[in-house]
């Protein structure tokens, strides 16, 4: 069966400091993967997409970047992170010959930027 | 943009059917409706999805009417751990597609 690890479930970073998050995938392959963002109190935001191998695509403008080394291995980076970067980070894949319609999310990583 | 429009919230009592709404009237022919929810502190679960004819698998139904500009999904015995936010998403199905997810609706089972 499919599963979908994040880490670290939760840290807090000191503004300017530089951000790594890790989202890795087991049992498929060639995955679409995905980096989504939910602030507090808000909804989520689609932050990257990739269809493959150093394929990112991004949706807003943003201090972050993703970069995906291997096919079921997606990174959230920052160099110098802002107050407003805090939030919930969450991963998720789809199969890619199914398209993007089913998501299976990791279990979340709770960034606060002090 | 979402796609949909949803109530802010709604509440349900235990043991009843919850029907929640989802208006998304400028679904294309081609857009599946697709439903999530998220308890809170978790990644969203995926529940059901559907394009015309109705669906029912373990954890709900959907309901699409006819000129598919709405859509309902049931669960018929609402429980405690209901208690989430609920996405409706409109969607194709294949290639390198993105949800968009919107607010969603908090639906609360109250005992």
């Known amino acids: 069966s499919q599963t979908i690890h994040q880490w670290p479930a939760t840290l807090v970073q000191p503004v300017g400091s530089p951000l790594s998050l890790e989202c890795t995938v087991e049992g498929t392959s060639n995955p679409n993967l995905y980096w989504y963002r939910q602030a507090a109190g808000r909804g989520l935001q689609l932050l990257f997409y990739s269809v493959g191998i150093g394929q990112i695509s991004s949706e807003v403008p943003q201090n972050l970047s993703a970069s995906r080394p291997q096919d079921r291995q997606f990174i959230l980076s920052s160099k110098k992170l802002l107050l407003s970067d805090s939030g919930f980070y969450l991963c998720a894949w789809s199969h890619r010959t199914f398209g993007g319609g089913e998501l299976f999310f990791g279990e979340g990583s709770r960034l606060t930027v002090l | 943009d979402a796609k949909t429009t949803q109530p802010p919230s709604m509440d349900c009592a235990e043991g009843r059917a919850a029907n929640l709404p989802c208006n998304h009237s400028?679904?294309?022919?081609?857009?599946?409706v697709y439903w999530y929810r998220q308890i809170h502190s978790q990644g969203p679960q995926y529940i059901i999805h559907g394009l015309k004819n109705n669906e029912t698998n373990e954890m709900a139904s959907l309901i699409i009417t006819e000129d598919r500009k709405s859509s309902t999904l049931i669960l018929p015995h609402a429980t405690l751990r209901d208690t989430a936010v609920y996405y409706c998403i409109v969607q194709n199905q294949g290639g390198s597609e993105k949800l968009v997810f919107g607010k969603g609706m908090k639906l609360t089972v109250n005992p």
């Open positions: 400028t679904i294309s022919g081609n857009e599946y």
